[in-house]
């Protein structure tokens, strides 16, 4: 089980366009760190990284991931595992982005 994270331009398939034609980005090398990271580390209940949903897609606007970013950075620093921290700091630098990038969505793909 993994999660494979992307990051698009526009909302995915909100328009009929080519598949993939909004894909900026995507990240799969930390996929099942990441997936293990989100089921094992202690997530903030109120928060919006317990969102991601490890078995089906959940996808963050440029507002959300910018609160997302903070909360994947801040469980980066606590965790000991350095595989699980690369794959946290992997996702909040996707999220950054998408932050930064006005109208753009992470998409996080799950198993």
């Not at 989100?38 to 209940?45: A, N, R």
């Not at 998409?107 to 198993?111: I, P």
């Given at each position: 089980?993994?999660i494979e994270?992307?990051?698009?331009?526009?909302?995915?398939?909100?328009?009929?366009?080519?598949?993939g034609?909004?894909?900026?980005r995507?990240?799969?090398q930390?996929g099942?760190?990441?997936?293990?990271a989100?089921?094992?580390?202690?997530?903030?209940?109120s928060?919006?990284?317990?969102?991601i949903?490890?078995?089906?897609?959940?996808?963050?606007?440029?507002q959300?991931?910018?609160?997302?970013c903070?909360?994947?950075?801040a469980?980066?620093?606590?965790?000991t595992?350095?595989q699980r921290k690369?794959?946290?700091?992997d996702?909040?630098?996707?999220?950054?982005?998408c932050?930064?990038?006005?109208?753009?969505?992470v998409?996080?793909?799950?198993?």
């Open positions: 089980m993994g994270l992307e990051l698009h331009s526009e909302r995915p398939g909100a328009r009929k366009r080519a598949p034609a909004t894909l900026l995507e990240s799969h930390h099942e760190a990441l997936a293990r989100l089921g094992t580390l202690e997530l903030d209940p928060g919006k990284l317990s969102w949903d490890p078995y089906g897609d959940t996808l963050f606007n440029e959300e991931a910018q609160v997302v903070a909360e994947a950075a469980l980066a620093e606590r965790c595992d350095e690369a794959a946290l700091l996702l909040a630098a996707l999220l950054d982005e932050a930064a990038t006005p109208g753009s969505y998409r996080c793909v799950g198993d």
